[in-house]
Structures are given as structure tokens and as C-alpha cells.
């Protein structure tokens, strides 16, 4: 009740800053009809504009952008405008490309010798074993089958590549099954005539997920990036956890009953026993609770900042490409030990690389085995500077308190399960316009994008590599010097507030 | 104890609440075969009894001699004041009518034994009871899930109505409009604390002391140096640990330290006793296994915090109801277990069996006593040990009408007078507004005290006031919050012109934070 009465004076106050400059009021077109982004786009004042009228902010569908972007169709974004997609989101948010960018990543930071793709005796990656063993279909099939030959008893997922909310998913644990899909998909005229041959990921399914009251749930959360060169990354505090309905078993005989395996809202809604007031959905606050009271703090906080770990090495293996890395790390001789501290508190740096080993249970030098695109000095991400991009990350955690990233989502769904939910879709799309439309001005698509701490609301920093940079930079000096935060810092300081932690903590 | 006898002699009053008129023949082939087979008043007797249950259930209601009496029965014994017995006699008769409409209204019996079929059933849906699956554990039974789900509902929050009946006759109530007379509902003259005996009485909460839930950030323990939290939890001291929580038990350690504090073991005897329980929910099915069904179903499952732990709480709760372990509570609890007896021999002590059980009727919102707790221990033994000693030490004074509630234990009228004192103590002008538009303060705070706010704060909230009812071993601190939630809202209920905009005010509790509101409340306020 409290909390509410601020923000709607907090409403107020906007509306009046903003009335007056009738002229300059931000005109904005979505093709999503969501009440969470309208609502929000109203509340500032904004005009609504159609598509084909001048426009500042467009937030639109992943198909939308494609034609924004494309060769034919595009046309040159003026400064004053901004859309909520990376032109090239999919090198992260399509499940192949992903992979196949992840897997590249590992073998450039190998070739570098960086530590981060530090292996065991096993072959397996210490720090970057973070995605279930994955190959494409049909392209990696004689892979699978090699891997498959090796553990017959394991469970195995088939994703479409291009298709969200679980369509098309199924599992399987037989290679005849493999072999039927396979000569059905070859022999499908429908499939063949759409897309020559539809693009599937098979994954190793995460047989031993964490249970919570004997269900199984994966993790939503949502990563806001601004800039990915420099990264710039932020991570939203109210993530969700999405329950399945119905107890999970690792038997082979559910293997069909996709109630029991996936917790896409968008397949558990139809089942007997949704519930239409939680709508199976359990807030991450809770988990951290639950995790912390029944299995301690240090490994919850342990679980949290793998959580954090993963999301960074993902978006880093589409920021960068291998070369800029050798480059910074022959200039800043600190670097792999620098960036670990900066992603890790320092008290639990040894925990988090310790656990790190431990936990790395999955054989992934098939993943590695994969031919690796050429390499090249370009960039995967082409960083425009008129983009921005909130993504939902899901993650599911294994009963070693392992996290695994299943995959990146360009667009999160904004539809509202329950009250709470829009409680929550409502916050998440206010606090992202708070921060890549400062003040709910027209935006300027060279902003400096530093929001100011307080502008972040339910967002914290994930990683900010210009500041971590420098803060490299500083700590190389003093070490050298072998002084304290002496004149130097003092000197920086002077400037303004020292700017905060660079990492979540 | 399995059977409750009492002296036949002092046994005046009987009366039959009500008769199951509609008795299968079914059922009563199945009686006299199970009659002749008893062994003889033996402990086992107790699930061989359970049939006959179904026949009738009948409340012993006793008129007798002063407590100083050598022939005093044990209820005087336990409470001495008639008015306050008498109170609790309807308390409990409101619960029986309940469960005995439902009876009716089923057409089942109040305990059967489950056939074989079944019982296999059940046992493989163990773990998931709470799953609407054709063929569930209670499809062969003459009751479908809508109809379990249609059953009249019993609801706590109306027994306030019985509390504020509650007078004393021998209290002059002449005084009643001026100013020190107290404005409440609750019209006992009970002995109550005011605001200095509680600063005194909760020193550990004062404002130079470090609090779990408002210093959690702090590096440095502020205050007085506290005991290294694991060493605590090594060294096994019960009261120590019951010390330190007084202060709020840090997340990770929760478990072990509330388990150390109840002297909660879980040992192998333990884990047997637990088993045993969940065998005979298994062999026997009882008709108070409705009302538990019902309760999980239309509280926990649709709660955002509790949904996830669905089927621990019919497992715990299920278990609960066969306990007679629970029934040593009665020796100190003013209440009287409801008893059954087989037909024909109503009012006979030889014939007469707790029912159910473990003697306490669940009522809607029961499971909430158990759901936050599902947060600290994942293992249904421990999660069950934890529960029942929380139920035997605190959450039945809740269900309990008693004058002895006074300092050290409370029992729900206490609390409730409690609450209306220190809120006219502390807020005249807000408790005479609320009254004057017919919001008496009591109606609104009665549902979060008598569920010691479980379902109403946020569970880490929630914890931390239940380390506190751990730690000084009483409820009183529920009706100090109930108090303080007041205070907070103060501005905006001064405004409210109703007992519907009143509620709406307080209606989300979720973001209060507890410990905060109850030092203010305590300590920061000028008395």
C-alpha cells in the first residue's frame, strides 16, 4: 500500500516535467498489443504513433526487426530512434546459434591459453561447461550418435531451433528414435518445402534436476543489455521460477508427458492442475529462502553467482571476437585473475572455482569436437547503437546446485499468467525504460549509457567492462606501485562520487 | 494414550451431538466381523476401532465439583474458571457440528478401513497426493474430489464471535463508558502486560540490541556479542539456542536451531514413528481426512509462497491426525479431545475413542501451521517432528480458549486482549475512531493471530517473528505485531470511514517488514 502511493506520485511528478515539453514528447509504436508495455508508454506521456509515421521508440517483435535490419527492406535509423532487438539477436537467442557461438568462444579463449578455458584431467572446461552437451541435426548426427553410443542409457532432448514456448519438443533414449525422426522429417514434403530441412538441437537431457516439493522448475530471469561493446549488462532481482504441475520422474515411461519435463507456462497452462493463481510460478526470493534455510548460504550464494557467471560468459561469447581478447590480455597483464575477481566477490573467488571443478559433471569434449566456424576478427554482435535488448534467460539448476543455461529468449513473454505476474511484467518493462530512455526523454542514441544507481530500480549491475577496465587499470597501477589508494584514487574521486562496484555485489 | 477414561460417576452430562442415521449395511456386516475379532482393549485396539467410529460420535460434556474438590476432573484441574470452561465447550462444539454436517452430507463414515486395493494405491501416491489424476488415491472411495472439495467448510476466523461472547459474570461492567475502561471486545479481566513490563520482558528486542531482520547487513554483531551461531548448533545446548533466536536465527542455521530449541530429534525412533503414522494413514481412512484435503486445497495450493509443498502438507498433516502422541497436550490444554464411541454404548468410557486420534479437528487454514515450515526442512520425518512439537508447545493455544494464558504461555483470548490493550494504550484516537465506524481492530487482527500471521507476512518475514515466538517461548510478540501492523497503517486507517475500507488497508501484509514495525511499536515510541 505504501510503496504504491510512491510510485504513483513518482508518476505524477513525470507527467508534469514532461507537460512541459509538449513538443519533445517521445512517439513510440509497438506490434505487441501488451497492456505492460502500453500502460508504461502512457504513463510517460508518450504519444502513440503508427509505423509508418516518424517514430522514437519502437518496441517490436524479433520478426519485425529482422525487416528493420534487412538488406531490401531496411532503412537508416536517425539518431532520435531506438528498438528494443540487437540486429543480430539470434547469434544469441536462436538455441543452434547460441551453442554454435558458445562453442567458438571456448576454443578462442583455449587457443589465447586463458585460464577461464582451463580444463580437468577428464577434458572437461573448469569455468565454461555451463551448457548441456549439444549437437545440430541433422549437420552433427554421426557426433551424437559417437556420444550417444558412449552413455546408451541417457535421456536426450530434441528442440526445433526456430520455435519457442515448447512446440516441437520431445524427448528420446533410443537411437531408433532418432533414426524414425530422421526419416520422417526427410520424407515430410511440408518440411521440405519450407525450409529445405528444419533445424533441430539435441541436447542431453538434465536428468537430475534440483526438485522442490518433488517438482521440477526452471528459472526465468531477465538480463537487459545496453551495449555489448563495451558490455553492459544488468540483471533483473525478480526472476521467476516456473513449476511443472505434476510430480517429475526420471522414469522412461513419462518420457511422453512434456507436464512432467518442461515448464514452459505456455504448455503447463493446459494442464489438469494449473492453478490460475500462482500459475505455478515461485519468485526467486523464494528460492534463494528455500535454498538457503535447507542447504546453507554459502552454497546458495555459491549457486547465485555461477547463475551470474553464465550470463556474462554468454553474452561475452557473442560481444567478442577471440582477437580483441588477446589483445587486452597482453595489455593488461592482470586480466584473467582481474575479471574473476570482478565477477566474483573476493570471499568466495576459491568456493566459486573449487565448486566450479567439482560440479562439472558432464562430459563435454564432444561439444569442443564440433567443427568451429573459421575465426575471424569481426565481432559476432553487431553492436548498433540504437538497440538495446531485454532477454529471458532460462536456467535450469541440477541437484548439485549446478546451474545450466537450456537457452536465451529475445523475447520474453509479456502476457500476465496472474496479478503478481503483471505486478512484475509492469516493473520490469518501467524499470528497462528508465534506464535506455533517461528521464522518458527522446532518445539520443550516443547516450553515455551509465544510468545513475538510483535510475536502475529493480535492475543491478551484471557487468559493466568499461568500469571493470578501469578499475583494471587502477589496481594494475597500485600493485605496481605498491601503494595504497593513494593520490591517484584520491584525484579520481575528486571528480564526482566514486562510481559503484562494477559487479552485482 | 489411546483411550481417554474418566470416572463413570463424575459423568453427569452426555449428550449425543449426533446420530449417523444412514449406516450401510455394508458397513455394519463389516462391524461385527471386525467386533469379534478385537483383542481385547489392547494398544493395537485403536485401528481395529476405527470402524466403528462411523456409528456415532459423541461429546462427554461435564458439570461437576469446585477444582478444589479431591473428585475434581481434569478439565477443572485445568481450567479453573467455569465461564472460560464453558466457552471452550462451544468453541469445540462449533468444530463437532461442522465435522458432523459433513458426515452427513457425505454419507461416510468417520473412519474405515481402506480396502486392499487401495491401500496399494495410496501407497504409490505417497508423494503426490495432491495430483487430480483419474485413478487418485480416492477414486475408489464412495467420495469423488468435488465432492471432498464441496464439503462444508469449517472457518476459525468466526470463532471470534465465540471469543467476544466471552464475559465474566462476576465482572462489573457498570464502568463501561469512561476512559479507563477498556473499549475492546474482549471483555475478560485477564492480567495483561503493559508497554514498560514489555520493554522489560523483551529487552532483547530494544533498539541497541542487534536484530536479524533489520541489521542483517552489518559486518559487525551490533550489541552484545553473540554466540558464534555454529558453535550453538555443535555444542547442543536447547537453551542457549533459545537465547540467541530471541534475536533472529540467521537463514542458513534456522533449521538446526528451532530443531535444537523443540529438542526435535531426528532419530531412528523418530523416523520409525513417522513411518508408522504414515502406515496407518494408509490402512485406515478418516473422515477428518476431508477436512485436511479441503483445507490444503483451498489455502496452501493457491498461496504464491506454499503451493510448491502441496504434498509434503498431506503428508505431514495426514500423519498428524493418526498421532496420539499428540493427546499428552491435553493434560495441559484446557480443551477436550472429542471422543466416539461404538453404538450402544455412548457415554460407556470403555467404548469411548479419541476422535480423530490425535483429538484436534483440523479447521480452515489449519495446514498454514505447517507450510512456512516446509521452507526449512525438506525431509517429511524432520518436517513432522518440527511441526507437532510447534503444535503441542504453541500453535494449540491458538485453538484454546484459557485464563492461564497469561504471561509465559498465551493462549488466543489473551492475545487477543493483549492486542486491544496496547492498541488503546498506544493509539486512543485510532481505536476509538475504528470502533465508532464499526471497525473493532480485533476483527481485522483476529485471522493473523490465531494463524500467528502464517499466509498474511512474506515467509522470511514470517520466520523471523516465529524465531521470537521460539525464543521467549510465548505468542505474545503476534498480538504486539498485530498491534504494531495498526500503528504503521495508523494515517490511512484514521481516514477510513468503514470496516470494508478498513480491511482494504490492511489487507497486503507481504511487504511489512516485522521486526522493524514491533521495535518501533515497542521501544521508539512515547508512552
Not at chain 1, 511440408?190 to 516439493?213: H, M, Q, R, T, W
Not at chain 1, 535492475?459 to 593513494?486: F, I, K, M, P, W
Not at chain 2, 452430507?105 to 501407497?123: D, H, N, S, W, Y
Request: hydrophobic letters at 40%; proline letters at 5%.
Amino acid at each position: 500500500m505504501f510503496i504504491t502511493r510512491v510510485r504513483v506520485c513518482v508518476h505524477v511528478c513525470v507527467r508534469e516535467t514532461l507537460g512541459g515539453t509538449m513538443a519533445n514528447k517521445v512517439k513510440w509504436v509497438t506490434d505487441i498489443e501488451k497492456s505492460v508495455l502500453i500502460n508504461n508508454f502512457e504513463k510517460r506521456g508518450w504519444t502513440q504513433v503508427t509505423e509508418s509515421e516518424d517514430w522514437n521508440f519502437y518496441w517490436m517483435s524479433v520478426q519485425t526487426i529482422r525487416n528493420v535490419f534487412s538488406v531490401d527492406t531496411g532503412y537508416r535509423l536517425s539518431d532520435e530512434q531506438m528498438v528494443n532487438h540487437f540486429p543480430n539477436h539470434y547469434e544469441l537467442t536462436r538455441k543452434d546459434l547460441m551453442i554454435k557461438n558458445i562453442k567458438r568462444y571456448r576454443k578462442d579463449m583455449e587457443k589465447e591459453g586463458s585460464p577461464l578455458a582451463e580444463k580437468d584431467e577428464n577434458g572437461k572446461y573448469l569455468y565454461l561447461d555451463f551448457v548441456p552437451v549439444t549437437f545440430m541435426l541433422p549437420a552433427d548426427y554421426n557426433l551424437f550418435v559417437e556420444e550417444f553410443r558412449k552413455s546408451p542409457s541417457s535421456t536426450w532432448i530434441m528442440k526445433p531451433c526456430g520455435k519457442a514456448q515448447g512446440k516441437g519438443i520431445f524427448l528420446i533414449n533410443k537411437l531408433s528414435q532418432i533414426k524414425k525422426w530422421s526419416r520422417d522429417s526427410r520424407t515430410s514434403t511440408f518440411v521440405a518445402a519450407s525450409s529445405g530441412k528444419e533445424a533441430y538441437v539435441i541436447s542431453l537431457y538434465i536428468d537430475n534436476p534440483l526438485l522442490i516439493g518433488g517438482k521440477k522448475f526452471d528459472l526465468r530471469l531477465y538480463v537487459l543489455v545496453t551495449t555489448y561493446r563495451p558490455l553492459k549488462c544488468y540483471m533483473y532481482k525478480l526472476g521467476f521460477c516456473r513449476f511443472c504441475t505434476v510430480k517429475y520422474t526420471p522414469s522412461t515411461s513419462e518420457l511422453d508427458n512434456m507436464f512432467v519435463h518442461l515448464t514452459n507456462v505456455a504448455i503447463q497452462r493446459h494442464g489438469d492442475d494449473y492453478n490460475h493463481v500462482h500459475g505455478g510460478k515461485w519468485t526467486v526470493s523464494n528460492l534463494r529462502l528455500y535454498l538457503e534455510s535447507t542447504r546453507g548460504k554459502e552454497v546458495t550464494s555459491r549457486l547465485f553467482d555461477q547463475i551470474h557467471w553464465i550470463m556474462v560468459q554468454s553474452l561475452k561469447a557473442v560481444a567478442v571476437s577471440g582477437h580483441t581478447h588477446i589483445r587486452k590480455q597482453k595489455r593488461v597483464p592482470h586480466f584473467i585473475p582481474a575479471v574473476l575477481q570482478l565477477l566474483f566477490p573476493f570471499s568466495l573467488l576459491s568456493h566459486t572455482l573449487n565448486t566450479l571443478t567439482s560440479l562439472s559433471r558432464l562430459n563435454t569434449h564432444a561439444l569442443s569436437s564440433s567443427p568451429s566456424p573459421s575465426l575471424s576478427s569481426q565481432p559476432v554482435m553487431n553492436n548498433d547503437k540504437h538497440c538495446f535488448e531485454c532477454y529471458g534467460y532460462d536456467i535450469i539448476i541440477d541437484d548439485k546446485l549446478k546451474p545450466w543455461l537450456i537457452e536465451v529468449n529475445a523475447s520474453p513473454s509479456l502476457t500476465s499468467s496472474t496479478a503478481n505476474d503483471r505486478i512484475l511484467k509492469y516493473n520490469l518493462i518501467n524499470d528497462t525504460l528508465n534506464i535506455v530512455t533517461p528521464n522518458g526523454d527522446i532518445p539520443d542514441c550516443r547516450w553515455n549509457r551509465s544510468p545513475p544507481r538510483e535510475a536502475l530500480g529493480n535492475y543491478q549491475v551484471l557487468y559493466d567492462e568499461e568500469q571493470a577496465l578501469s578499475e583494471n587499470v587502477e589496481r594494475d597501477l597500485r600493485s605496481r606501485s605498491g601503494q595504497s589508494l593513494g593520490s591517484k584514487g584520491m584525484a579520481k574521486g575528486g571528480t564526482g562520487p566514486r562510481p559503484a562496484a562494477a559487479t552485482w555485489k | 494414550m489411546l483411550l481417554i477414561v474418566e470416572d463413570p460417576t463424575a459423568f453427569t452430562g452426555c449428550f449425543v451431538i449426533h446420530l449417523f442415521e444412514e449406516i450401510s449395511l455394508l458397513t455394519f456386516s463389516f462391524l461385527f466381523s471386525s467386533l469379534f475379532s478385537l483383542p481385547s482393549l489392547s494398544l493395537s485396539l485403536f485401528h481395529s476401532l476405527l470402524p466403528f467410529l462411523s456409528l456415532l460420535l459423541t461429546l462427554s460434556l461435564s458439570s461437576q465439583p469446585l477444582p478444589s474438590h479431591p473428585a475434581a476432573p481434569p478439565e477443572h484441574a485445568k481450567e479453573p474458571l467455569a465461564y472460560m470452561r464453558k466457552a471452550q465447550v462451544n468453541w469445540e462444539k462449533r468444530i463437532l457440528k461442522s465435522l458432523n454436517s459433513m458426515c452427513t452430507e457425505l454419507g461416510v463414515p468417520l473412519a474405515r478401513k481402506r480396502p486392499a486395493v487401495e491401500q496399494k494405491e495410496l501407497t504409490n501416491k505417497w508423494n503426490e497426493m495432491g495430483t487430480d489424476e483419474p485413478g487418485k488415491w480416492t477414486s475408489s472411495q464412495s467420495i469423488c474430489s468435488d465432492r471432498r472439495l464441496n464439503t462444508p467448510s469449517y472457518s476459525i476466523s468466526h470463532d471470534s464471535q465465540v471469543l467476544i461472547s466471552l464475559r465474566n459474570p462476576n465482572h462489573d461492567s457498570s464502568e463501561e463508558a469512561s476512559a479507563k475502561s477498556h473499549w475492546g471486545l474482549i471483555q475478560v479481566p485477564l492480567h495483561d502486560r503493559d508497554i514498560p513490563q514489555m520493554r522489560e520482558a523483551y529487552s532483547e528486542l530494544s533498539l541497541t540490541t542487534g536484530q536479524l531482520g533489520i541489521d542483517d547487513h552489518t559486518h559487525v554483531p551490533p550489541g552484545k556479542t553473540r554466540l558464534i551461531c555454529t558453535e550453538l548448533a555443535f555444542c547442543q545446548d536447547s537453551a542457549a539456542a533459545q537465547q540467541y533466536s530471541r534475536q533472529g536465527c540467521p537463514t542458513g542455521l534456522r533449521a538446526d536451531l528451532w530443531a535444537l530449541i523443540l529438542n526435535s530429534t531426528n532419530e531412528p525412533e523418530d523416523v520409525m514413528h513417522y513411518e508408522q503414522l504414515k502406515a496407518g494413514v494408509i490402512h485406515h481412512d478418516l473422515l477428518v481426512d476431508n477436512l485436511i484435503y479441503k483445507d490444503v486445497k483451498l489455502t496452501a495450493s493457491n498461496d504464491d509462497y506454499y503451493f510448491v509443498f502441496e504434498d509434503f502438507l498431506y503428508q505431514v498433516l495426514l500423519c498428524f491426525s493418526r498421532d496420539t502422541a499428540v493427546l499428552e497436550h491435553f493434560s495441559y490444554n484446557s480443551a477436550t479431545p472429542p471422543k466416539s464411541y461404538i453404538q450402544g454404548k455412548v457415554g460407556v468410557e470403555e467404548f469411548a475413542v479419541v476422535y480423530p486420534p490425535n483429538g484436534v479437528i483440523p479447521f480452515h487454514g489449519f495446514s498454514m501451521y505447517v507450510a512456512p515450515l516446509c521452507f526449512l526442512y525438506n525431509e517429511p520425518s524432520k518436517l513432522y517432528s518440527v511441526f507437532r512439537e510447534m503444535y503441542v508447545r504453541y500453535f494449540f493455544r491458538l485453538v484454546c480458549v484459557c485464563s492461564k494464558c497469561v504471561y509465559t504461555v498465551c493462549g488466543i483470548v489473551s492475545l487477543c486482549l493483549q492486542f486491544e490493550r496496547l492498541l488503546q494504550t498506544h493509539l486512543p484516537q485510532l481505536f476509538y475512531h475504528l470502533r465508532e465506524i464499526g471497525a473493532q481492530p480485533l476483527r481485522i487482527a483476529f485471522k493473523w493471530m490465531v494463524r500467528a500471521f502464517s499466509g498474511y507476512l512474506s515467509t522470511d518475514q514470517l520466520l523471523l517473528l516465529w524465531d521470537r515466538i521460539l525464543g521467549y517461548d510465548s505468542l505474545e510478540i503476534v498480538a504486539v505485531l498485530a498491534a504494531a501492523v495498526f500503528a504503521f497503517r495508523a494515517e490511512n486507517l484514521m481516514e477510513v470511514t468503514s470496516l470494508t475500507s478498513a480491511e482494504a488497508v490492511l489487507a497486503d501484509l507481504s511487504t511489512l517488514k516485522v521486526m522493524p514495525l514491533i521495535q518501533i511499536f515497542l521501544f521508539a515510541t512515547v508512552i
